[in-house]
């Protein structure tokens, strides 16, 4: 008994000894955290930290006086600014010859019902002018009372074509729903491409209506920004006809047609130079062949440039983007005209080899 007493009060003279020394120390730090598939692993969500990404990833193209690209130009030749501000370009690269994902968005509204054909043709061709079979993808999307997928991805320009023919008209018109739910939906996580850089794909949009937009939920700077967090450059078709005067049906006199704008064209071309893309304003479907293929080659021939803003602030604002290209004259940029600054959190377990995302 006396044996078990002592025993006793030892235990507790040692336990109080090891309290007081710990109190006295600094904290130790965390045991290194056991290999994944070893016993007591955590599990590898449990080990990711969240951090606000204020990067912000700029793709553009260059065109000369005679809006042919230029390809050929190095980091030195920009200067960016933001809200006139001047940046330190972070990152800098070319990129050519890249996958494309591509959504196509048809107004199949009531409004454009004498233009059904020509959008019809007018997608169609798009689509064989660029897809470039197992190597580009797209999707089909038609809305009037609210958006619709009618062809999920693919690369069989066949399948598409024969979807797009399938089109009635009826309904209003929902565009800015369109593009909020092709970009959330479809093109902020397209297809993967295989080989070593899986997830560098240029995501495009080519949308053809008349621009006016009557039954949407979200905004039109809603749809803009929806665009802009997920790269996506929309390029527009216009549908309408209202510019057409009797004078100027000669063919030989078309070339100084469009003397205005619709308000519905002014949408168009607003959603397309916010985003980098651009506007087109035709007459006949065939009036946009070389178009076509020019967006092609845009699109396979870009810059990116990356920067952290000196004068962030998570504000929600919207801040003005500028590239310059100062030492050539004449060369113009095409990129998206800003982006909102609002925090980009992301989840992760080590620095970003690439640096993260842009808000």
């Given at each position: ?12 003279a ?13 904290p130790?730090?965390?045991p ?12 590898k ?24 690209l ?30 494309l ?21 007018a ?21 009037d ?31 800015y ?16 491409p ?41 390029y ?28 519905g064209?002014k ?23 070389q178009s ?9 021939n870009?810059y ?18 500028r ?22 959190r992301e ?13």
């Amino acid at each position: 008994m006396t044996r078990v007493l002592i025993s006793t009060v030892l235990v507790a003279a040692l336990l109080t000894t090891a309290v007081s020394d710990r109190a006295q120390q600094p904290p130790a730090p965390p045991p290194a955290a056991p290999a994944q598939g070893q016993p007591g692993a955590a599990p590898k969500a449990s080990q990711g930290i969240t951090t606000v990404v204020n990067l912000v990833d700029v793709l553009f193209t260059v065109l000369n006086r005679r809006n042919k690209l230029v390809p050929d130009l190095q980091k030195e030749d920009f200067q960016i600014f933001d809200e006139k501000f001047p940046q330190q370009i972070r990152y800098f690269s070319k990129q050519t010859d890249l996958p494309l994902r591509i959504g196509m968005l048809v107004d199949t509204s009531n409004s454009i019902r004498d233009r059904l054909k020509f959008e019809q043709d007018a997608s169609t061709n798009f689509l064989f002018s660029v897809l470039r079979r197992g190597r580009d993808e797209a999707f089909v999307m038609t809305f009037d009372d609210e958006p619709q997928i009618i062809q999920a991805f693919t690369s069989d320009p066949g399948l598409l074509r024969d979807q797009i023919m399938q089109t009635r008209a009826g309904g209003g018109t929902a565009i800015y729903d369109a593009i909020y739910e092709a970009c959330q939906s479809q093109l902020s996580h397209p297809p993967r491409p295989p080989g070593d850089q899986p997830d560098i794909v240029r995501r495009v949009m080519i949308l053809i209506s008349d621009g006016d937009d009557n039954l949407s939920n979200h905004t039109r700077s809603e749809a803009i920004e929806m665009a802009q967090r997920t790269s996506v450059v929309i390029y527009t078709i216009s549908t309408s006809t209202q510019w057409i005067q009797l004078s100027q049906t000669d063919p030989d006199k078309l070339a100084s047609r469009k003397t205005h704008l619709t308000e519905g064209d002014k949408i168009l071309q607003d959603l397309a130079d916010e985003t980098g893309g651009r506007a087109f304003y035709p007459y006949h479907v065939d009036d946009l062949d070389q178009s076509f293929q020019d967006i092609g080659d845009e699109l396979r021939n870009q810059y990116s440039i990356a920067y952290i803003p000196t004068n962030y602030v998570l504000d929600g604002r919207y801040h003005r983007i500028r590239i310059e290209v100062p030492d050539h004259k004449g060369y113009q940029v095409q990129a998206r005209r800003g982006y909102f600054a609002r925090a980009n959190r992301e989840n992760i377990t080590q620095p970003s080899p690439s640096g993260p995302a842009s808000p």
